[in-house]
């Protein structure tokens, strides 16, 4: 039996990442993966970056990874987004940037006669937003293969991060995990009457499968760990003291909500999802 600890949404908590790499040490892991977004919202970026290529056997690019490495055009930008673009962008060197924009797409492996397939957000597009709110032909849509995919084959086990809530379901004799976030952990669904402790969410999540890798014999074990670390947000606050969008990010990482729930609302209102009735 192998463990594999997979890691997303790190986003420039060194805090979070740290509790997170030493937790992985005491459980006698194999092998750790990370699913992308290592940059953007927080301010220890490049130490981000040196621990993940440390630490983990892949890595995979994110959305922010690939945004904040390109040619962005800023002719139709704001001045705060301008600014938002060029201190993200200027806390890479161009070593960590060139790393960065190369990072693969998409990863797959056998675990227990099961493929496994890992990307950032889905299979399509490395920024859509996919959630166990969907409905069942998009989430079927996460198990299929596109052009960005390692091979044509309909996965059995699809591993993936971006949205920073972790969940697992299963639909068509078939696995959808999501890993949740290593530094940015955010709940959609608030609402002042029903919420529980917050601190249920804004903790460094997740998860590590065991099983046989590689091998291609269904008749096996496997199993799946959603784990939450908690990490001192303070000392990340604190170390965070050139951060432009200081307020938006202690709001997701104390209070794990998200800064533009408007964008969220909107999602929801696509999925037939009334924001008040939640």
């Given at each position: ?196 402790n917050v601190k249920n969410t804004t903790v460094a999540n997740y998860l590590i499968i065991s099983g046989n890798y590689n ?64």
């Amino acid at each position: 039996m192998k463990k594999i600890a997979i890691i997303s949404d790190i986003h420039g908590n060194l805090e979070s990442l740290m509790a997170v790499l030493e937790d992985i040490k005491g459980r006698n892991v194999d092998k750790i993966m990370c699913l992308g977004d290592i940059i953007a919202k927080g301010s220890n970026q490049q130490q981000c970056i040196e621990l993940i290529k440390n630490n983990c056997d892949i890595v995979l690019r994110g959305n922010c990874d690939e945004y904040f490495t390109s040619n962005i055009d800023l002719s139709n930008k704001s001045k705060q987004e301008i600014d938002r673009i060029n201190w993200n962008k200027n806390k890479l060197t161009q070593e960590n940037a060139e790393y960065l924009s190369k990072l693969p797409y998409c990863f797959e492996f056998y675990m227990s006669g099961r493929l496994v397939r890992l990307f950032h957000a889905t299979p399509e597009k490395i920024n859509d937003f996919v959630g166990n709110i969907d409905n069942i032909d998009r989430l079927y849509m996460l198990f299929l293969p596109s052009k960005n995919t390692t091979s044509n084959q309909i996965a059995d086990i699809v591993i993936y991060g971006h949205i920073h809530t972790p969940f697992i379901q299963r639909i068509y004799n078939r696995t959808i995990i999501n890993t949740g976030s290593v530094g940015n952990s955010i709940d959609v669904f608030r609402n002042a009457k029903k919420d529980g402790n917050v601190k249920n969410t804004t903790v460094a999540n997740y998860l590590i499968i065991s099983g046989n890798y590689n091998s291609k014999n269904i008749d096996e074990k496997i199993s799946y760990e959603l784990i939450s670390i908690p990490y001192n947000i303070d000392k990340e606050l604190k170390s965070n003291t050139d951060n432009i969008e200081m307020l938006s990010y202690e709001e997701e990482i104390r209070n794990g909500k998200y800064r533009d729930m408007e964008k969220i609302y909107k999602s929801f209102e696509v999925r037939g999802i009334d924001k008040n009735k939640i």
